[in-house]
């Protein structure tokens, strides 16, 4: 139902962009959103959208990182900026709505 791509290595100060396209519309998701999980620890969220309200981040990545949906190309993404060692994680997007999760994108930080 979601597919995820655009991780891959980085150096640190580095920029990525993921993204998340979906089998149907998701135009009608009220809310959607990207987690991460890294090595020896629990999935955090990243950040989300809910339809009609502004973006929401966790603050280890607020100002650095910025989340969009495209409805026309069902698509979530999740552009990453000044990449830090701490971001490396495996990244999965998520619809709140229905419950579904991608199958999650490696992104490795180097410092």
């Known amino acids: 139902q979601l597919q995820a791509s655009g991780g891959g290595l980085v150096q640190a100060g580095g920029s990525l962009r993921l993204s998340c396209a979906a089998s149907g519309s998701i135009a009608s998701i009220n809310t959607m959103g990207w987690f991460r999980q890294a090595p020896g620890k629990q999935r955090e969220l990243v950040a989300f959208s809910r339809s009609g309200s502004s973006a929401n981040y966790a603050n280890s990545v607020k100002g650095r990182f910025t989340i969009s949906r495209d409805s026309a190309k069902n698509t979530l993404s999740l552009q990453m900026n000044s990449l830090k060692a701490e971001d490396t994680a495996v990244y999965y997007c998520?619809?709140?709505?229905?419950?579904?999760w991608g199958q999650g994108t490696l992104v490795t930080v180097s410092s």
């Open positions: 998520h619809d709140f709505t229905r419950g579904f």
